[in-house]
């Protein structure tokens, strides 16, 4: 109540206390009041937060469903209660091109985000998972390489019981990659993240792949587990857009990456 009153568009505040009043929320065991506590600690620590929660696996947005379906509807201004998502790549032709917006050549910038079946989300995971996280990906990332070539940088300091991490790059190399926008930057200083328990543990399990052009790149360990994403300079929106298309659907096919 207190967060909500020095932040009223606090919508973890705002949905928080309605839905432990309502049936389901009233219906929780211990166990799955200490699980709810965690998704919604970031909004009730930081309380300038416009969402403020983080599911901590893929079952925490059915099994708190009451909570997580009104946050996401007022999110994305569902008044009706009644929208679903559905995913659809195909443009029809339509012209992308900003100059004819009265824009000139941008920086532009089109991603996804996706998560892995079998690992915990992002707040969720510990070390150990982290790490095991970033293996599963190396084959991935030589699928990727044989096709857009590229790199890994990774910032993980070692991979434990097996070894060193043959990725690893030096803080002035990250601090590069950063300031040129490739790195996202120290997840550990985000009070928000911090909450979420999403930067635990940094920065062990973190990371991205580049391709040779520059114009492709997957972040991994971040807020998903990973950030796909294609960037172009230009003025027409729809290249990267189906550089993107493309580059997903190669990621999707890869074995084992689901």
Not at 2 to 31: F, H, M, Q
Not at 121 to 138: A, H, N, S, T, V
Not at 139 to 167: C, H, I, R, W
Not at 190 to 197: F, N, W
């Amino acid at each position: 109540v207190e967060v909500l009153k020095s932040n009223p568009g606090n919508r973890c505040a705002k949905y928080c206390k309605e839905y432990l009043e309502s049936d389901e929320g009233k219906g929780l065991d211990a166990k799955d009041l200490t699980a709810f506590y965690k998704c919604v600690k970031t909004g009730m620590d930081n309380s300038d937060s416009s969402l403020g929660c983080y599911a901590m696996t893929p079952l925490d947005y059915s099994k708190f469903g009451g909570f997580f379906d009104k946050v996401i509807r007022d999110y994305h201004g569902d008044e009706s209660g009644e929208k679903k998502h559905i995913t659809d790549w195909n443009v029809d032709g339509a012209d992308f091109d900003v100059k004819k917006l009265g824009q000139d050549e941008l920086s532009m910038r089109v991603r996804v985000g996706r998560n892995l079946l079998g690992f915990n989300l992002p707040g969720e995971m510990d070390k150990e998972e982290r790490i095991k996280f970033e293996q599963k990906l190396l084959p991935a990332f030589d699928q990727l390489k044989e096709k857009y070539g590229g790199q890994v940088y990774s910032l993980t300091p070692d991979f434990g019981e097996l070894g060193a991490n043959p990725n690893l790059i030096t803080k002035e190399e990250y601090q590069k990659l950063v300031d040129a926008h490739v790195m996202f930057k120290d997840m550990d200083a985000d009070p928000y993240l911090k909450s979420a328990g999403i930067s635990s543990d940094w920065p062990y399990g973190r990371g991205c792949w580049q391709s040779d052009d520059k114009m492709r790149i997957i972040w991994f360990g971040e807020e998903d587990q990973l950030r796909i994403m294609c960037m172009k300079k230009g003025s027409d929106l729809l290249d990267v857009f189906n550089n993107l298309n493309e580059m997903l659907k190669t990621v999707e096919s890869i074995d084992g990456i689901d």
